[in-house]
């Protein structure tokens, strides 16, 4: 893995700017560390104790990128790409029979939707209700940001034992 393959944010650049640059940084980087790999490996779990996959990361950064930008701030009506499970909880990390193509191709989606959502919003300031609370711009970006570094953290993990590649 290289570095050249993300963008590196500007050091220089307004706040907006510097969210936006960050949280595609941690976009590109969740890419990286799934990048050359098979479909078995991205569905393999470093510990079998727990849910975790490259592809159920990249799942889950779907539905959030979903949830976060077109539910909560555009609201969007548009359903869950894996909808949960008849207990309750989440699908997006049930991999075994999972596609991983369906799921980049569902996450650049995604990502490419928010991209467009956040330029169509003048200042961060712009706040928006969901679920009784309010939100704004500022805080959803930098909610984001926050999502991937952690995950993005768990997938260094989960990269170095599949096949041994380290790096940031």
Known sequence: MRDH??????????????????????RETLAMKCAGLTPDQLRRRAVHSSGLSLLGLVRHAAEVERSWFQVAWNTEDVPAYWPRKPDGTFADFDVDAADPDEAFTLWRTACARSRAIVESVNSLDTSVRWRDEVFSLRYVLTHMIEEYARHNGHADLLREA???????
């Not at 963008?7 to 936006?20: F, K, N």
Request: no cysteine; proline share 3%; net charge negative.
């Open 162 to 168: 599949i096949d041994g590649v380290t790096g940031e």
């Open 5 to 26: 393959e993300r963008a590196t944010p500007s050091r220089t650049a307004d706040e907006r700017v510097s969210l936006t640059g960050f949280l595609q940084y941690q």
